[in-house]
């Protein structure tokens, strides 16, 4: 690699790196509205809803293709998320 394309890639990756830090701020407030509805769960089955993760999964494919987003892409990454939170939810249920 030149020294010039090295430099464009440093300057990139520090773009990339501010930009996740923005997108953990941005985790820390969907965790807090996740464990708000925790909360009103009184039932660990209540835990998994199939039905509002396609409805998550089909909006966010519409919304990336209408933004030029490869929805192979979003999908993973939402239902990675989803998957996470799902784990979270069961490791933090508290019976009433």
Do not use: C, G, H
């Amino acid at each position: 690699m030149s020294p010039l394309k090295k430099k464009k890639l440093e300057i990139i990756r520090k773009k990339l790196d501010k930009l996740d830090d923005s997108l953990i701020k941005i985790i820390k407030k969907r965790t807090n509205l996740v464990k708000e509805v925790l909360k009103l769960k009184e039932k660990k089955s209540e835990i998994v809803d199939k039905q509002r993760i396609n409805k998550i999964l089909e909006n966010i494919k519409k919304k990336s293709i209408r933004n030029k987003i490869d929805p192979k892409i979003t999908k993973k990454i939402w239902f990675n998320m989803i998957y996470a939170y799902i784990d979270f939810e069961r490791r933090n249920f508290k019976k009433k």
